[in-house]
């Protein structure tokens, strides 16, 4: 098993299948990834507002990759194990965007006037940044480190890195996490990975459209199932299993995500199709992952311990979940 | 403080402020309601469809009240806290029925063939409903207790049962619970409140339109906070505050959480409209409440503990959160 | 057949099963209503905006109603046919009111400053307003007379006004015009029929929330089908049946309307279901009836001379259409 | 001016910025282009349905193109004008696919069983195909001649042929007619324009998501207007603007379709957005393009009659629209 360090030089703002790879990795390798955040650093106090900063940018979300890893072919599923996730500086910017955010309209769809815009510097208050803290708030916050895009590249389309699907992308989903393992399916010869847009901390939904948006350093290992084709993105602890959904509008991205992961209960721990979508009806779990990009994201999840047939009801007292 | 037991002789079936107090109740006193399930009893086995039992049935979902509480008035709110819910018999039902749930369409827009039925008989492992076992998945899961209604009437219209909306009503949100408050706007004098729809457990979403439904006796006091007027149903306990929007699509419901919740962090915790936004964007939490009523109903919430300023930056190691 | 003339002392502001019938008719009947403006005729002038003029006001879109049609019974269609409709004022306004309308954001849902009110007074060109003239604009149209609601009570609930729903209701759907003649399912007794929001034009959508609101003095026929049940509101004329459909997203409402159209050309034209989708795909057409209230309006609809079959190919030069 | 013809040796799926010109073409010259049909040809008889001839099918939706148009720089504007549309065959298809078209659900979010599959071979009645005859349905309808796609590459990404957006693309609208100048955004040098999908006829919406899908020989001219920004598809003829809007949910689309008009009205017709808005909620129109494919496509209008101011209020009888 060897060390990979993938330090960019540049960024691509497409997962694209025709971008040349920046690293060729094997199984089992130990990759580590350098990240910028999303506005390419362009944001650094509380002066640099998106208009200010932003407006003459072409091009937002600045993606390390794509790293092919060898043996992965069309009709596989890659699977991502996220080790660790370091923030390599001090701070982390969240703005208000005018005509952004999910207390904004969908752009070009109103006539009301935008909203201020406004950039909050959230400052690590110890070294490894556990804790964050926001000085005109004045409050700190615990860290919940991810990384909001996580993809691979789509079939044939080249598309925009602000965009979550089934090949991942800017799902903007917590639980994309060190500890879990994220299922992709493949593609491309090489499975084609990309990501980014690394978070500090993050609420459910993305409300502003901005995270503790800050750069990382990740520690990844690919592994390659072979011949196993999943159409939307997967994760796994020891504890849960969960999927992502990414459409609109946002009832179907709940749909997509259970969808998925009835059919993964069926598939692997044998149960009927009938009998998983009884289960995740009563202990199923559902949250919103991003409802500010092009696609909203949904995480749907159940726990491992739900299933597994018991041989027979138990006694009073004999369950303990 | 009085004890009063509301044990109907009938149920109504829309949240109506045409209907005659049930019960009268002072602030303070404590109620204990009988509630039937959604199907009110009629499915019992494996072999109880929702077409065999329910096809000639007009109206679903029972509700007990309305409840009228002494000194309640328009322009107030209605909180209710929930200190016990008892289940009052040894199963509970779930049902796949044709063109309802989450993984079918919605009715009358599709030419798809429905699925089969199937009942789900949930039996109580322990005395008390800690645990429930279904023979057929040969699983058990914990105990989730909730009321799936929970409404005042609204102002003028006579709304169905198994609607949700800003007057509470079939929101199946499981953080209608024990150890909560809930708080309601009040829209008539009385505030006439109605509950029904017990649930032993849920998923979130409620996949496929029926959780494990059962009958109850539950244990609610009530009181007035005078001259407060909310817009969309909030609920607190020690640790967080959270609040429900019910629409469609779900992408408004969900931002129809997130503004009750910013305004209820704006008006009594001391942040700015701005400031709440934020607070919102980096530790707000956002669930499906239900995904197969007349309108999706999703709950937002936010931890109390950062909802304080901290008088400056802590030093590492200083914050515990 | 007798002439009943319907001028109210007061107005209902639900669609209510619960309401004391304002006439009686036979089916046949000619039958004149009179009808207020959705606002009551609060707005006059260009200074009256919503603001100072409605803030106050409870409910708006005053029903005339409910005309109880002797004969008709729950299961039963009534088909109300549409003689003529007369402005009986010489102006209707239109306003753009803060938090309403197309163009702005759901209420409730965004943090975006609302747009400046804005009172537009269109004037009658000519006696019969067949032609409408609006200062500011400086420019004329000519009329689309129509009642923006027509109801009949629905089964249980009391609805809002504001509301569209399987019972018709606040449709805002310009078929709803003279030569026309209107299906609506019967859920009660007698019918109980609502109308009002006369609107002397509007464009696709009502965009603004407000169209041409002026007072009507109507003229209408009622009958009974007996047995024949709908789920949908249905239009007739010679040349085009049509139905609607009112949902949220839209598209649930675009695809109720071809629904019940489907199934009224598979039930009275002698086509199957996937003939009659398949004509609908190819002919069918539809509009935005409404995209401002409180579930969105379709209007679909296919012309009648595709809907018999021709008994063998036809010659080139012999198919006139 | 030249003629130039543009007859494809193969076809591309992509709307793709990196692909290379398959011809160049100044302002002016009259370009006739060749198209095959959605399916490329592989479905012929009642026998080919989707499953039997295009499951190994890659790639649907074959596009000839891009054209380069001499001049078309990155923020101008591309004015097509489609001069004449000819069917190059016989027949036209039109199919069911399971899990596809707007009477089934949203692929991945239901576990409903779907419909049969159906095809229905359309022949023409005359030489042109004015008329069009389906012998299982046996009727006759006229030509509603239209290409389905219509695009510019997009701005970076490569996108499926199978999509709307701005860049134009698979609108599915019938305004994308004879007789019609379609206005897109240019992106790329040269435009980079493609079309494909032609339409022997459509209802509104592509209900079952095949229209009667033919090949075409279409003449196009293309102009450049400098310096102008569009920011959604725009269409012109001598009566009317129109713009079209695509996006999930459904308002969205209609809502932008709307916004673009407006602003057109705004900036090319000296009306304040105030009043563009007020003109677009009494005459505007807007209709379905398409229910069926990755987005909804909505076509917003209104006629240039009405875009004139009058120079005073006109008397009874002098107006004639």
């Known amino acids: 098993m060897a060390i990979i360090n993938v330090k960019p030089d540049g960024y691509n703002y497409l997962f694209n299948p025709a971008n ?46 794509p790293i092919y890893v060898n043996g992965a ?13 370091e923030f390599t500086r001090d701070f982390a910017f969240s703005s208000f965007m005018a005509n952004f ?34 000085p005109e708030l004045d409050i700190a916050i615990p860290k919940r480190p991810f990384l909001g895009t996580f993809a691979v590249a789509p079939e044939g389309e080249a598309i925009s890195s602000l965009t979550p699907g089934p090949f991942g992308g800017n799902m903007d989903c917590p639980d994309i996490a060190p500890g879990n393992t994220v299922y992709l399916p493949v593609y491309n010869p090489g ?27 990740t520690h990844l290992v690919f592994n390659v199932i072979k011949g196993q084709t999943i ?21 179907d991205a709940c749909r997509m995500a ?9 598939d692997d721990y044998g149960f009927t199709l009938d009998e998983a979508y009884q289960i995740c009806a009563q202990v199923g779990r559902c949250y919103v992952a991003n409802v500010v990009d092009t696609l ?20 009073a007292g004999e369950v303990k979940l």
Chains 1, 2, 3, 4 share one sequence.
Request: glycine share 8%.
């Open 20 to 65: 040349a790879p920046v690293a060729y990795v094997d199984p089992g390798d130990d990759v580590f990834i350098w990240t910028d955040d999303a506005a390419e650093s362009r944001i650094k106090t509380k002066e640099n507002t998106p208009s200010n900063t932003l407006a003459q940018v072409k091009f937002l979300n600045p993606q390390t990759g």
């Open 296 to 315: 909203w994201s949904m995480c749907a999840s159940v726990e491992k311990k739900y299933l597994k047939r018991l041989g027979g009801k138990p006694k």
């Open 258 to 266: 259970y969808f998925e992961l009835i059919n993964w209960i069926h």
């Open 101 to 134: 955010g999910a207390m904004a309209a969908v752009p070009r769809t109103c006539l009301q006037k935008p909203n201020d815009e406004h950039t909050f510097i959230w400052e690590k208050v110890d070294e490894k940044g556990d804790y964050w803290y926001e």
């Open 73 to 85: 072919e069309p009709g596989d599923t890659l699977a991502v194990t996220i080790k660790e996730i």
């Open 191 to 217: 499975g084609l990975f990309y990501t980014g847009d690394g978070h500090a901390a993050q609420g459910d939904g993305e409300l502003c459209g901005f995270a503790l948006e800050t750069t990382t350093k």
């Open 231 to 251: 159409y939307n993105p997967r994760i796994e602890n020891e504890e849960k299993i969960m999927c992502v959904g990414s459409a609109r509008p946002m009832e």
